[in-house]
């Protein structure tokens, strides 16, 4: 047993942060008790004093790219790798988010097939440090050695209903839990290619019936207007972006709020317009790209979460100038650009969390017989989001009841 003492506590539900003590037995929250009002009694329990810390539930990656190659540990000057490789800095990436208090991971697509289910099996079992996964099979075809980022290729399915359909299935039975389409091309790297729709709505159709059938959920890149609409109507549980919604499009997404998902996706684009790409690399039409989709998205967000729909922080982290490790930045640009405050963020990223990995009710939020994915942060983070972006803030990180970061003093 563990007692946290003398902490304040977000909860992941909104409210304002108490203090108070929170006691994890096992892998689960067993109880939580203000200051004040008689306290937690646990004589056998390993004391944690939080004294100036606020312990909150640990982080959840909404749009997770785990093997994109690139970290705050390593740069990689593109998105291919061999595949040991591949496989070596993809279960590095995996501790590098626990390491920043991402306890949990949604993924938004793989380089191979069975990487990430993989991954997770060796993290489930305890033998590789990493958050808790829904896993993804392979997103797009792996970039060719002259591409310098991910080619936006579709994955390698056959066409028509039944190639999708077979390919939905194919995924399921590696073990997949998600299963990711590019619903529209991406503008960033290809000119006018987010206006497009990649895929008919009888492919989505079948996509939407196999995932059905076989029991895994459909994740969806959808900047247009009609590839959410086609997403949305397939029922596609996550979208990615949705930056040029129309009005039918929102009306749509408020429609299906107590199912869907949406991570604007923020991170990357704030991170092509800081970027300063090497001469020979030419930026200029993707920071183009970005300034047009972050226009949109400072009007879009706010109204989107007016109307009820779940936004969550994930932000494609994980390309060379968008490292993997630095996914917390989300939570800053949700106050900056998208209207959130900072209490809404955390919620964002930790109750809601909980519900897109299928968790609701279990994960993101502290609570009695909830999960003890944990957080204990130096500071207040509902005052200071950015807090978050320093490792060196998480006093300890505890997830499933095991400390992955044992408690350090604070200083
Ligand atoms: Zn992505």
Redesign the pocket.
């Known amino acids: 047993m563990i007692l946290f003492k003398n902490t304040r506590i977000f909860d992941g539900s909104g409210a304002e942060p108490f203090p108070g003590d929170v006691l994890v037995q096992d892998n689960r929250i067993v109880a939580v008790s203000r200051t004040g009002a008689g306290g937690t009694s646990a004589p056998k329990a390993t004391i944690v004093d939080g004294a100036g810390t606020t312990l909150m539930p640990g982080m959840t990656e909404a749009?997770a790219?785990l093997s994109w190659p690139s970290s705050v540990e390593r740069f990689v000057p593109g998105m291919s790798l061999p595949p040991e490789d591949l496989a070596l800095n993809t279960a590095r990436n995996a501790r590098i988010l626990l390491d920043h208090g991402f306890t949990s991971a949604s993924s938004?697509?793989a380089l191979g097939k069975t990487l990430e289910i993989t991954l997770k099996a060796e993290i489930d079992a305890g033998r590789t440090p990493g958050p808790r996964l829904v896993p993804a099979s392979i997103?797009r075809e792996p970039p060719n050695e002259t591409a310098f980022l991910a080619s936006g290729n579709v994955v390698e399915h056959g066409r028509g209903a039944e190639g999708v359909r077979a390919f939905v299935k194919e995924c399921a039975a590696k073990g997949a839990k998600v299963v990711k389409f590019l619903l529209s091309g991406e503008s960033a790297l290809k000119p006018g290619a987010s206006m497009q729709t990649l895929y008919s709505e009888e492919e989505m159709r079948a996509a939407g019936e196999q995932a059905r059938e076989s029991g895994v959920w459909l994740t969806g890149?959808a900047h247009c207007p009609d590839a959410i609409k086609m997403g949305l109507r397939n029922g596609f549980r996550v979208l990615?972006h949705c930056t040029y919604a129309d009005d039918e499009a929102i009306d749509m997404l408020a429609a299906r709020k107590a199912e869907i998902f949406v991570a604007p996706?923020i991170g990357i684009v704030q991170a092509t317009l800081d970027a300063t790409p090497p001469p020979h690399f030419d930026m200029s039409h993707m920071k183009a790209d970005a300034s047009a989709v972050l226009e949109r998205q400072k009007k879009l967000a706010p109204e989107l979460k007016r109307r009820g729909v779940r936004l969550l922080p994930g932000g494609?982290y994980g390309f060379p100038f968008n490292p993997n490790g630095r996914n917390a930045r989300d939570l800053e640009l949700f106050v900056r650009h998208l209207g959130f405050t900072a209490t809404e963020a955390l919620v964002a990223v930790t109750m809601r969390g909980g519900e897109i990995m299928g968790l609701e009710h279990e994960l993101g939020r502290i609570e009695p017989r909830y999960l003890a994915d944990l957080l204990l942060v130096r500071g207040d983070p509902t005052r200071d989001v950015t807090l978050l972006q320093d490792k060196q803030n998480l006093l300890a990180i505890m997830k499933d009841g095991r400390f992955h970061k044992a408690p350090v003093t604070p200083t």
């Open positions: 749009h790219h938004g697509g997103e890149h990615y996706t494609d």
